[in-house]
């Protein structure tokens, strides 16, 4: 099944600044979340950011909130967005059915907004290299779990390019930047 930017959101979960320096490899699952969150606007996808308990663990990183000028912010405090109060409704009032999934801790905020998504009968994706855990273990081990559960694992590239569809078009050139 390939990624429709017609028929996908992004949601992404919990690059917060308290945690972000604790999270394996942060600068590149941050770097791949705001080449997303670009992409998302310039191609008009509906993009959410997710913030578990601000109080604790901060705002978003400034770069999430730069790149996220146009996307719908919700704080939680439930590790899953999916059990959040009002959240699958707001994700569902988008009429998309292809959630794209980026953020920390893949093994706890992620796996379990991922597997409530499912749940939910969103499609879910989970972009690998901008998803991480504190350590690498447990990153793996959430990959594997999500690929089980039938959850679909691609890269920034791939969504880029499934969002895309072909080259030589004005979106194309407009998006090769975060491409190169």
Same mark, same amino acid.
């Given at each position: ?10 949601? %992404? ?5 308290? &945690? ?8 590149? %699952? ?51 967005? @999916? @059990? ?64 089980? @559960?039938? %959850? ?21 050139? @407009?998006? &090769?930047?975060?491409?190169?």
């Amino acid at each position: 099944m390939l990624l429709s930017r017609t028929d996908s959101l992004l949601l %992404v979960v919990d690059i917060q600044e308290r &945690l972000a320096p604790a999270i394996h490899d942060s600068e590149t %699952v941050t770097a791949n979340s705001v080449r997303l969150l670009e992409a998302a606007r310039q191609l008009k996808v509906p993009a959410f950011v997710s913030e578990q308990y601000v109080k604790g663990l901060g705002p978003s990183l400034a770069a999430i909130r730069e790149a996220a000028s146009t996307a719908r912010f919700f704080e939680k405090i439930h590790f899953s967005c @999916a @059990a959040e109060p009002g959240v699958t409704d707001l994700l569902r009032a988008s009429g998309r059915r292809q959630i794209v999934l980026t953020g920390t801790e893949t093994h706890v905020c992620v796996l379990q907004t991922a597997l409530g998504m499912l749940g939910e009968g969103f499609s879910v994706f989970l972009v690998a290299d901008a998803a991480s855990s504190r350590t690498p273990e447990n990153r793996q081990l959430a990959i594997e779990r999500l690929r089980s @559960a039938g %959850v679909h694992i691609v890269s920034t590239e791939m969504v880029l390019f499934e969002w895309l569809q072909r080259a030589g078009t004005d979106e194309f050139r @407009a998006l &090769l930047p975060l491409i190169r």
